[in-house]
């Protein structure tokens, strides 16, 4: 099966969804990989129009049936609209897949992922998003790792492209990595009453362990932390070694995002949050009392 993984990179270096994505394609029987970056060739112009076209044109070009990516935020803008170009079927959000005979058979969440469905994508091409955290990443490190995956140079005819035009992307400097892609995430919730508490508080205590720090929706709203720190349902889906949920009550769609976290920790004070029901240990505390302890514990 020839089968193309479109690839996001963090610098030179492949993105750990990505690796992820290129993992469960190289588990899939006589599956032939390649390799996209599609930053590579119109990374100065990064809409979603343009991008799709490369991988439309990819797939055209090289004949692919399967086309695979991580479950991103990139991917929910661009794959989906690459899938509508090719005519082809599509799949997201994938954490499972097995085979009865020759049929794939993809598993995916659904309903606030009160649901996991089991799906089968009819026709070609087939368009998989998976969610990172339920695959083992590929280590890229080494040459011989990297021999199996090929680079190919696309012509694509970018007149044909949508007049969308790309203005400006608004970021904001961080040494911390991603929600998504770090081991230990803590996440803060409507506790919080201001950015300057979110960041000495929540941020403070993911310094400290070396990891990301996350937001629920509550917080984005209210307009104390942006949008790209928001975990759950309508955010970004996590699944790091270790979450600790502070101050979160626990919303369905925020947990949609989380529960598959290996190990979860909740401090609230409210000893009836629906949080404590898939914590793994919980303090009922309030958290401008018991952060600054932990803080000062791991500072000492």
């Given at each position: ?18 690796r ?26 990064p ?28 991917a ?50 087939r368009?998989?998003?998976?969610r ?46 991603d ?10 919730g ?78 609230n ?32």
């Open positions: 099966m020839k089968t193309l993984v479109i690839t996001e990179r963090d610098g030179s270096d492949f993105r750990l969804g990505s992820s994505a290129i993992g469960f394609a190289q588990s899939l029987p006589l599956s032939v990989v390649d390799t996209l970056c599609v930053a590579d060739y119109r990374g100065e112009n809409t979603a129009d343009s991008h799709a076209a490369v991988i439309a044109a990819a797939v055209r070009q090289c004949s692919y049936e399967l086309v695979v990516a991580a479950a991103t935020t990139y929910k803008d661009v794959v989906g609209r690459a899938a509508g170009l090719c005519g082809g079927a599509m799949a997201s959000d994938v954490i499972g897949h097995r085979f009865d005979g020759e049929q794939l058979l993809l598993e995916r969440p659904m309903f606030a992922g009160a649901v996991t469905a089991t799906v089968s994508l009819l026709g070609s091409p368009f998989i998003t998976v990172a955290s339920t695959y083992d990443p590929v280590d890229l490190s080494s040459a011989d790792s990297l021999s199996s995956l090929d680079a190919t140079t696309l012509r694509v005819d970018y007149s044909a492209v949508p007049a969308a035009q790309w203005k400006s992307v608004a970021s904001r400097a961080s040494q911390r990595p929600v998504t892609e770090a081991k230990i995430v803590v996440s803060g409507r506790a919080f009453k201001s950015s300057e508490d979110f960041e000495r508080l929540v941020g403070g205590l993911a310094d400290g362990l070396g990891g990301a720090a996350g937001s629920s929706r509550a917080l984005v709203d209210a307009g104390i932390t942006p949008n790209d720190l928001q975990v759950g349902q309508t955010g970004k889906i996590v699944a790091p070694d270790i979450y600790i949920a502070l101050g979160i009550s626990g919303a369905v769609q925020h947990l949609a995002g989380m529960k598959n976290s290996k190990t979860i920790i909740a401090v004070t409210d000893p009836h949050a629906p949080i404590f029901s898939v914590a793994d240990f919980g303090l009922v505390g309030d958290v401008y009392e018991v952060v600054p302890q932990l803080i000062a514990e791991l500072n000492g």
